[in-house]
Structure formats: structure tokens, C-alpha cells
């Protein structure tokens, strides 16, 4: 059983393959398949009509400026990817 399933995407795996339909699996916070996934889940995700790019890393943000704006500025989802603060190009004079 997985925490989460996103069905029915269209997968971009970073492989260098054409994209395909598929779905994702994750389990405790990890991407545990990709294609065809036919456990159930907790919670389910309609991806259809969107691009779904599994483990994509969003190295340029403009985040690092935020960690001043307070906790609650900070945290903000950011298109459900991993935030790297520093390479927004803030510069502290």
C-alpha cells in the first residue's frame, strides 16, 4: 500500500526516454514506483493533463531571500519539489 499515488500523468523520468503514461508510488516520503502501480494507496492524485516528473530537483528558486521574511514566508510549498536556497542570486552587501 502506498501513502500516496499520482495516476494517470504523463511521466518525463529524466531518463532520456519519450514520455509515457504512467503513474508514481510513494511510501513514507520516497518514490518507491513508477509506471504502472497497482496497490492501493491513502491518498490518490489525478495527474491527467499534467506533466508529472518524479524526483525533480528545482536547483533555481528565489527562496533564500525568504529564510529572512519569518517561519511562516519560509516553508511555502514550491510546486511540490525540493527547494535548494542560494542559487536565487540574493546578494548580501
Not at 78 to 87: A, Q, S
Amino acid at each position: 500500500m502506498y501513502d500516496l499515488k499520482i495516476v494517470g500523468g504523463t511521466l518525463v523520468d529524466g531518463s532520456g526516454g519519450d514520455r509515457y503514461s504512467g503513474d508514481v508510488g510513494i511510501k513514507d516520503g520516497r518514490i518507491v514506483d513508477v509506471g504502472k502501480c497497482d496497490g492501493s494507496a491513502t491518498e490518490t492524485i489525478d495527474a491527467d493533463g499534467a506533466i508529472v516528473a518524479p524526483g525533480f530537483v528545482d536547483i533555481h528558486t528565489h527562496y533564500d531571500g525568504q529564510i529572512t521574511h519569518g517561519p511562516r514566508q519560509a516553508h511555502r510549498a514550491h510546486g511540490g519539489r525540493r527547494r535548494h536556497p542560494g542559487h536565487g542570486a540574493v546578494r548580501r552587501d
